[in-house]
């Protein structure tokens, strides 16, 4: 894991969407495609913002959808969906989107993405941490083991309690209770991971990603077994790194 400190959130967002890019811009010339994983939440705000801005044909660019709240409408004001279409699918228009649906059959809908991603290898997952140190919605005690592409989990209260905390939820009691997240093994499958932490909210979550046990109890830390990863903090996220 090589980790990259930037004083702003501003100048981390730019650090990690050229980093990405590169290895965007990288597979296509290899391949003549690129397959990417594309994640939501307060911590993507800087770095997709500097993403679409990045020298990149994106026509030549297929995109899933990391994780979504079951039973949240697409227009819900937290809907992942919602927050991808406005902030990265409608400004670069890339070959092909693929959303996790939150308000179809959850079990079929986890069939019908692990269907879909089984056909491409993903050169680049661009993922953030929770507060919890989750990866994607697979909060601790996270399933290391299963190698379901995608599947459903239960958001545990610190969870459900950084969501309202961002801002997507007046209550917790309107957090949904349950999610489709796409699973360790398969973000873990990704040639390249490029992780975005930035806020001194997420530096206890760093400190263990980082320094703590690789474990299903952080499961962020996982991403120091792999051979690509690029986390990238700004000074605040960085604080209680020793």
């Not at 913002?49 to 979504?68: I, P, Q, Y």
Request: aromatic share 8%; proline share 4%.
């Amino acid at each position: 894991m090589e980790i990259v400190i930037s004083e702003t959130k501003q100048v981390l967002g730019k650090k990690a969407a050229q980093m990405g890019a590169k290895l965007i811009r990288q597979a296509i010339l290899e391949k003549g495609e690129a397959n990417i994983i594309v994640a939501t939440g307060a911590s993507q705000f800087e770095m997709l913002n500097e993403l679409v801005k990045e020298d990149v044909d994106w026509s030549k660019v297929r995109a899933f959808h990391l994780d979504e709240y079951i039973g949240i409408s697409e227009t819900h004001p937290a809907s992942f969906r919602k927050y991808l279409k406005e902030r990265f699918v409608d400004i670069v228009s890339p070959k092909e989107f693929i959303y996790v649906n939150g308000t179809s059959d959850p079990d079929e809908e986890c069939i019908r993405l692990g269907k879909l991603i089984s056909k491409h290898s993903i050169d680049v997952a661009f993922v953030g941490i929770g507060e919890n140190s989750h990866l994607a919605f697979n909060d601790p005690p996270a399933d290391f083991e299963t190698e379901k592409a995608y599947l459903v989990v239960t958001l545990n209260d610190a969870c459900r309690h950084q969501q309202m905390g961002e801002g997507w939820f007046k209550m917790v009691s309107d957090v949904p209770e349950k999610a489709i997240s796409m699973s360790i093994k398969q973000i873990m499958k990704s040639k390249a991971i490029i992780c975005s932490v930035p806020d001194s909210r997420k530096a206890e979550a760093v400190k263990k990603t980082v320094e703590g046990s690789i474990s299903p109890l952080i499961p962020a830390a996982i991403m120091r077994h792999h051979a690509a990863t690029w986390l990238y903090l700004d000074n605040d996220s960085a604080l209680m790194l020793s």
